[in-house]
């Protein structure tokens, strides 16, 4: 239980100690000090010439996420993250990106349907001491976004050590709508990753050999770079808008004591409806907003439940034994409502009208393997895949664990895999061969999924998507259509969004044409 009062803890709370405050809570055995949550600050750009001008600046810093210690970051106009950048449809918008890192990145904006050239894939690299400047509109409904780097073989580290933000687009449809939207009062980013540290405070990224069969986990929980974070909302509803950052763990949200709450996005805008549900899986790179109810005043947990072993995206086989995942009770997010919470509007049914892709709308089924034959006998050197593809990723020993394939082959950025041409619907069909969940993402733009084994998507997932969830031996179809931007020189990438997967090769370049 908890071991303030509640009186005593407002009172701490308007002493304005921002990050300061320290009511204990208990966890489990474990009791931790709280900590307010950061909250990113908010970009909206500047209007010149007709466009929103917004400026990221790369940059090396220190964080204390431990008490006492301080941790060598990176971050974007700041020491960890960067902040939330909130663009509206229709708008024109021009972002230069100055890189003071020390060392190569790019930046990608994940979700967003923009040309091939100014997406921020592993090729449009900005060297250190470079600034990278694209322009492009915003052409797609209000939603939850996020950017971060995306450099070949190395994104996984750039990201754990802080270059990510999150991107918020609005359109008239969510400015009608009435939800939640005071940015940092009742509209609450939540990037949650977890990290993992050295004894000195440093990060420890990859390690051993299974960081890279499953991912890179950590112990500890940050949300907006906050460890045991504490949010004390002022109104009865809060729209929590949560992006799993996380290198390759996901959550299975849900509040300690079991209330339900409101799902109404998913990673491409609004639902149609508004979904009541009690706990919600994120798998990296996924996003959804949800409204939860404090008008009982009572404090609660934000938690992340363990993921079944009977669940389909649980891994199978050799990976269970080898290494558990998802299978502990995490503490996100402390909750402690203030007293007279101001009243919210009730939460619309209706959110948005979404219209489902045909089949017969697709010229083509496109078909994807993915796989991770493991090397040293144990699963055999599975299908080999031919020659030319395999000198992506980080090389030498980090490549010792095994192979991460699709179609056979590893990342290569002088192979274009996939040709598309512009104006098709496609279907894509994903195999996963593997016996853990993959997150399969694809840059240019947001799909609708058909079926995962022939059974349609349930609600939470009904609506756009660009990273899709396929449990071990599952086959998943989705349904897409590639509108604009034809250029037949620059790729994008479809990968699994588990960064170490990525960087190790499973990744694949396709143009649109
Ligand atoms: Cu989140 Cu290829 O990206
Ligand atoms: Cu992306
Ligand atoms: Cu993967």
Known sequence: MLKLKRRDFIHTLSA????????????????????????????DG??????????????????????????????????????TMRFRNGNDVSISVDNQLGEPTTVHWHGLHVPANVDGGPAQVIATGDTWNVQFQIMQKAGTFWYHSHLMAKTGEQVYRGLSGMIIIDDDESAELDLPSDYGVDDIPLIVQDRRFNEDGSFRYVGMRRDLMTGVFGDRILVNGTTSPMFA??????????????????????????????TISSDGGFLR??????????APAERAEIVVDFSNGRPVNLVSLPIAASSPYAPQGMMRNMHPMNVETLNILSLWPQSNLESSAVTPRDLTTIRPMNESEAVRTRRFTLAMPMGMGMMGRGRGGGGAGGAGGAGGAMRMGGEFLINGVSMDLGIINERVAVGDTEIWEIQNDSMMMHPFHVHHGQFQILDRDGVAPPVTEAGFKDTLRIGPGQTARFIMKFENFPDPETAYMYHCHILEHEDNGMMGQFTVE
């Open 46 to 83: 500047e209007l010149r010439a007709g466009a929103r001008h917004f400026h990221l600046t790369a940059q090396t810093g220190t964080s204390s996420f431990l008490r006492g210690l301080s941790t060598p970051t990176l971050g974007f106009n700041g020491d960890f993250h960067g902040p």
């Open 16 to 43: 304005g100690t921002a990050g300061l405050l320290l009511p204990l809570y208990t966890f489990g055995q474990s009791q931790q000090l709280l900590n307010e949550l950061k909250i990113p600050a908010l970009l």
């Open 273 to 282: 409806q508004a979904v009541k549900l009690t706990s919600l899986e994120l």
């Open 233 to 262: 909302p002022r109104t009865t509803k809060v729209r929590f808008r949560i992006l799993n950052a996380s290198n390759a763990r996901s959550y299975n949200f849900a509040f300690d004591d079991g209330r339900e709450f409101e």
